[in-house]
Nanobody
Framework: QVQLVESGGGLVHSGGSLRLACVAS????????MGWFRQSPGKEREFVAG????????AYADFVKGRFTISRDNAKNTVYLQMNSLLPEDTALYYC??????????????????WGQGTQVTVSS
């Protein structure tokens, strides 16, 4: 079992930055691929960014490339999402998720076994 707790969300003006963190419980965090997803009211949950267990590969949705950066610190059981140049359309509930997969980096929600409760990001125009 892995428990995930997100933090770092908040209200920011357009063009601002936030850094989300997701702390995982359990001793096997370093063997999980981690992903960040987001969901807005009335929309499906969508992939934002992902990182392999060793940080050797990352993936991003096109709409965040060049603005967001995912990273992880396995010694701290933590994955981060640095979000720069935020836009009002980035407003959503952001979730981190864990996938017990050491071979591929998945981008669909169904592939991830464990989820946090989410942290709200609101970007004002």
């Amino acid at each position: 079992q892995v428990q995930l707790v997100e933090s770092g969300g908040g209200l920011v003006h357009s063009g601002g930055s936030l850094r989300l963190a997701c702390v995982a419980s359990g001793r096997t965090f370093s063997s999980y691929a981690m992903g960040w997803f987001r969901q807005s009211p009335g929309k499906e949950r969508e992939f934002v960014a992902g990182i392999m267990w060793n940080g050797g590969r990352t993936a991003y949705a096109d709409f965040v490339k060049g603005r967001f950066t995912i990273s992880r610190d396995n010694a701290k059981n933590t994955v981060y999402l640095q979000m720069n140049s935020l836009l009002p359309e980035d407003t959503a509930l952001y979730y981190c998720a864990a996938d017990r997969n050491e071979l591929t980096l998945e981008t669909t929600p169904v592939a991830y076994e464990y989820w946090g409760q989410g942290t709200q990001v609101t970007v004002s125009s």
